[in-house]
């Protein structure tokens, strides 16, 4: 089993930068991809990025492309979320997932995730 806790979340303004963690423990998630999802107000779950087990490759939603970096330190069993460039539009509970041990691509697919955290709030003030 692997626990996932979220992080870093808070009321922010548009333009604001935002630093979201993923704290892992358990059993190690550093062989696995791991990803960050969102739920906006009133909306479907819907994917933001995700990394391979050992960071090499990264994959993004088109709407956070070049504002959102997503990174992660094994070492620390810790994943990252790196916000810049923030919109009202980002305002979501955000969430951290894990695939399964030995699942080592990042995959855009909620379902393709075994293990999730349970969300930290990020608020976009216009």
């Known amino acids: 089993q692997v626990q996932l806790v979220e992080s870093g979340g808070g009321l922010v303004q548009t333009g604001d930068s935002l630093r979201l963690s993923c704290a892992a423990s358990g059993r190690t998630f550093s062989n696995a991809a791991m990803g960050w999802f969102r739920q906006p107000p009133g909306k479907e779950r819907e994917f933001v990025a995700a990394?391979?087990?050992?960071?090499?490759?990264?994959y993004y939603a088109d709407s956070v492309k070049g504002r959102f970096t997503i990174s992660r330190d094994n070492a620390k069993n810790t994943g990252f979320l790196q916000m810049n460039s923030l919109k009202p539009e980002d305002t979501a509970v955000y969430y951290c997932a894990a695939r399964s041990p030995y699942y080592v691509s990042p995959s855009g697919r909620a379902h393709d995730y075994n293990y999730w955290g349970q969300g930290t709030q990020v608020t976009v003030s216009s």
């Open positions: 990394v391979s087990w050992s960071g090499g490759s990264t």
